[in-house]
């Protein structure tokens, strides 16, 4: 499985960030798929993960501007960002997690494959 | 100020064993949601070494390895190599955030 981010490497402030990651080699089905970015001299922050069937789940610091969707169908899904800032520069990737599942409830375990990144600038 | 915390540096000399900490909480390690290790070198992707607290992908050698205790997870680099110089990051996934979430990251130095 391989993962491909595309979209605009600049943004102006205020706009709205649009990439789409690309999954190529295997089935979306079953799994949490991510956004994560890396700003400059800092660490990794999850920005959220949608699973298969469309349900997502969202970072509480990025929650009100944020959007992830996903298309089975073409095998991508894409992250929506708001309002864009200076803060809001770095390098963003998409990412695949498997699921495990307990008792009654699934949640999302580690990131083996992750896209080679694409950065962003505002 | 990261869910999980991380020392934001540790040092070895080529053939030593480092250790890197994780400490989370009841909400996160502590509820047995999984530690996940990811090594990150600049210009890269990362890469998932440990996932599940001790299991190892396939490729990754086995001078890597993962374990848990408590709220504190672990992973452990034994004969360094000068490639091994890079970030490393613990992940889990927290119930009261309903998210995933990420250590602040540990630079690691061969020296």
């Known amino acids: 499985v391989q993962l491909q981010e595309s979209g605009p490497g600049l943004v102006k402030p205020s706009e709205t960030l649009s990439l789409t990651c690309t999954v190529s080699?295997?089935?979306?089905?079953?799994?949490?798929w991510s956004w994560i970015r890396q700003s400059p001299g800092k660490g990794l922050e999850w920005i959220g993960h949608i699973y298969y069937s469309g349900s997502a789940n969202y970072n509480s610091s990025l929650e009100s501007r944020v959007t992830i969707s996903v298309d089975t169908s073409r095998g991508q899904f894409s992250l929506r960002l708001t309002s864009m800032t200076a803060a809001d520069a770095a390098v963003y990737y998409c990412?695949?997690?498997?699921?495990?599942?307990?008792?009654?409830?699934?949640?999302?375990?580690?990131?083996?494959?992750w896209g080679h990144g694409t950065t962003v600038t505002v | 100020q990261s869910v999980l915390t991380q020392p934001p540096s540790v040092s070895g000399a080529p053939g030593q064993t480092v250790t890197i900490s994780c400490t989370g909480s009841?909400?996160?390690?502590?509820?047995?949601?999984?530690v996940h290790w990811y090594q990150h070198h600049p210009g890269t992707a990362p890469k998932l070494l440990i996932y599940?607290?001790?299991n190892r992908p396939s490729g990754v050698p086995d001078r890597f390895s993962g374990s848990q205790s408590g709220i504190t997870a672990s992973l452990a680099i034994t004969d360094l190599h000068a490639g091994d110089e890079a970030h490393y990051y613990c992940?889990?996934?927290?119930?009261?955030?309903?998210?995933?979430?990420f250590g602040g990251g540990t630079k690691l130095t061969v020296l």
């Open positions: 992940q889990s996934y927290d119930s009261s955030l309903s998210a995933s979430v």
């Open positions: 599940g607290g001790d």
């Open positions: 009841s909400s996160n390690i502590g509820a047995d949601y999984g």
């Open positions: 990412a695949r997690q498997a699921g495990k599942c307990r008792r009654t409830s699934c949640f999302p375990y580690g990131m083996d494959v």
């Open positions: 080699g295997g089935s979306m089905n079953s799994y949490y």
